[in-house]
């Protein structure tokens, strides 16, 4: 019934490949989504603050630099964003991807959570904000699928 | 005077045909609107929680994460609207629809009832804060053609 | 630790004692909170445009009059309110209820639900956007000590 | 010059003293504060919600319930600080804190972070929306005597 | 049940003692308002820009000063206000007062109209926005008896 | 250096020829603007609600009926605007210019207002809000040249 | 007819007694004010930051540390006052007055400039957002009087 | 992964060729930017006012005019930027630039400075709310590939 183009970001963790199972799953279901995100290059996204603006000595700076360069980023598209998906993988502290939860929380833009069981507790009050939490990258799929074009998977 | 395309939400009632009365009145005049609206299609909009992300015993939390879901959609695209229409039918609670209208106002989106002369009375707070009150899907396509072209009923 | 008092605005059916429960309840407890609601006089909730502002031959216009004036007190309460309690009986349509938490949704203020479970299905909407769901004046008197100070039932 | 009594909110950690240290400091130099913060009890916080509710048999649901009923006052309590101050300890996944930052930064309310250096890589991106970044509970109580009454330790 | 001091904000016309009606109507039934206005002495109203920063050759400028300084007063106590009065009188064209309408709709403040029939059609737009349209301060009293503490006139 | 289309909303007077002369100024100069505005049937615009919804025998009803029908598009469409024009011709109380000049102020969407030196003290609160006062279509539509595309008149 | 106490945030240069002449000419007309500010101890308000939390060898770093923590306490400040007075001296570049001035704006609290002739046209742009423009801290006093209590001086 | 163009707003002096060199290096890069800015003729910013709405004999009220004006083109701009970039040169007072940083930082809109290093210690409230702060229109171009294409320069 309607043409809308929903955005949808994909927020926390660069290890696996989370992001590109949701790209191809949207992408065979021709759903009319377009994905954003932060930059996924590790590397880059440590260094940019430097690169561009010139090095630090002190570490810390080095570090805040960057991660301020890429908040212009992350919070611009998550302010436009339909709906966030936050990823939590199995290892590292990933506080960023809790913190863009928050960020999405209080800015009343819908998100899904995306983590394997053994996170259930710790992420209680994550999941708490969310309106849904999902196991694998194929339910994200397919709740997209359901929440644009009303298709359900089969019973 | 304006290229404007207007979207407006139906809410409500999945019952009867109002929806595609409202779609082909606004198609026979050429209007240039948007329509959107909730998942209609009712067992999927029940079941798709668990159809989903995984069945649940309790009947409660099966309902949760269906109508959690479904609110991704509707609050997205309620928010998005010029104009939200509410119907409300003769039977059921449709606690769902005095909701959405609810939500309408403290967003500060006009919104116009429909629903039968028996309603008047316990519907007196929700018709309160609407804009109009229409009995048929043909006055709310009038309402809307004047709105947005200046078009009148001849008197 | 704070001194803070908070307001709860207490919504919905006005046939049961269940304002009063909740009112003794928290009194009993020495709970900080004041607690706020409509115009609970069923007639007068009626019948106040027309009483103040003059008659209306037509019963439309007698309610909507009377829908108005309320509509100032029950939003400017709601709003103000830190939650909201929204109560569904067992009996009549309660639009209006379900019309203030779709209003407290929109508007940020978290609310509680208070219901039997014969609406479980038809209110899963609503108490989907709910922080929780009660069945007794008892269980909100207990959860708004949790909130404030941090008492809990023995377990 | 003012008379502001300024609400600080303590987000994060519950295994050591950090928020007595803070309410002994600003207590021993009479600063106008009002200290804030989450329901402190472990136990309690993770069970308040079936023990208000009623129990789930599904862990998950159990620790939902809580999350939201624990929501209601952090949430509030945030949103009402005039500075949130967010801790880190040494262990555990902390996620709530982070969500915590997150939505105060989202809400526009300054915070400030409390860690151990050994976290500060991956807290750049949390650290980067921080108006500072202490390593003890004095510093906190430093910068609010500077912030509300112009106090500098002695340099 | 509630000691909330409810806001009035009484704004426009100025050359009859309808507010005076209004404060001591309040007063009489001790109802617990704060009453707020803009400033009523006429001359000084056009006049306190030049009296102030300094003399303009140019009326235009002449008006252009004490208007803004006015509107310093006029749009925050609007904006505090729970309820805006808003009376037009018998003559001259008080667009000031139409203007303090318009504000406190886009502001999402409730306001009552107060005005002679004869206006009726040329304020239907102003009318439109109001909770209520009044005809005498007396009802305005009325109003406010029955919006903040459910007192209503004997039938 | 921009392609942006800038939307002016064009208010107020509808008994000359002012639309029409701001229309063709802004069509000669090939600037990029959409204008909108209310519908200017006059007696379409006093009559739609009735026309659509069902007479009433109450002529203050059948005002509100169209009133708040002509807000939905009225509303709408200031919330919309860049910038918006308000006139106040010779004649007529105007009371719905000055409205939309109060909603534009409180909605933060600069406004022009446009009218004869004669109401100067009498709009001086309007135009006190105002980002310029022009007295002819002409000078509006150089002020949207320059403001648009730095064209400016010969000096 | 209020018993409002306004706040007044007096933003702005630190090397004159301007601040003390409001504060004595309120005080002597014994008007309803709060009176608040920055830190305006010129040294402290520049080592703050790593007197607090630990010393920087570069420079920047240094300044910056300082300067976000000030910003806690002028954004706070600023964003409660009703009316922000920002005062450019002759001397100095004074960024942060102008960048109070900016951010007033965009907050919407209306606010007034305080300067010297020599200032007006590099000024233009910040008085064209100000709500008046005063030479002498005495003009200041008179325009709260005014706003406030309806004084206005001898003419 | 997306096709969104982003508006960067170019604030401050105009009178060297940053403006030239940050558009020719985002066009070489092909980035996906809409860049904006103010009027950037002197001469006619100072004089619009005047030559659109007529000549005044006050200087003071010539420039106010003019400022106005440029307002509504600056202010709907810099509210429509992703980013602002903010531009202090070697000279002049350029107030209207921390006005705008100001603005900006209110508004909720990154904004990154470009200043030569001896304005650092005159800048440092301007550059503590920055996201970023650039010595070269180059670093700015840089920056942006960086933020929409994750484009860094070779280390």
Redesign the interface.
């Known amino acids: ?4 183009i929903w955005t949808i970001y994909l927020s926390g963790e660069i290890h696996s490949d989370w992001r590109e199972r949701i790209t191809s799953g949207v992408s065979e279901r021709g759903l009319p989504v ?4 932060p ?1 996924t ?1 590790h590397e ?1 996204s440590d ?3 430097v ?4 090095a ?6 080095h ?15 998550i302010a ?1 964003a ?2 966030v998906v936050v990823r ?1 993988g199995e290892k ?17 833009i ?1 998100y899904i959570t995306l983590h394997p069981a053994e ?11 969310a ?5 694998t990258p194929q ?1 994200i799929v ?2 997209l699928g ?3 074009c ?1 298709k ?2 089969v ?1």
């Open positions: 019934m309607t043409q809308k377009e994905l954003t995100g930059i290059v880059d260094d940019c603050g690169a561009i603006f010139g630090e000595e002190n570490k810390y700076w570090d805040h630099k960057g991660a301020l360069l890429n908040s212009v980023r992350t919070r611009t598209l436009e339909d709906i939590f590292y502290k990933q506080w960023n991807a809790a913190f863009d939860a928050g960020f999405a929380a209080a800015a009343d819908p996170h259930d507790h710790a992420l209680k009050e994550v999941d708490a904000g309106v849904a939490m999902a196991r339910q397919e709740a359901y929440i644009i009303g359900i998977p019973r």
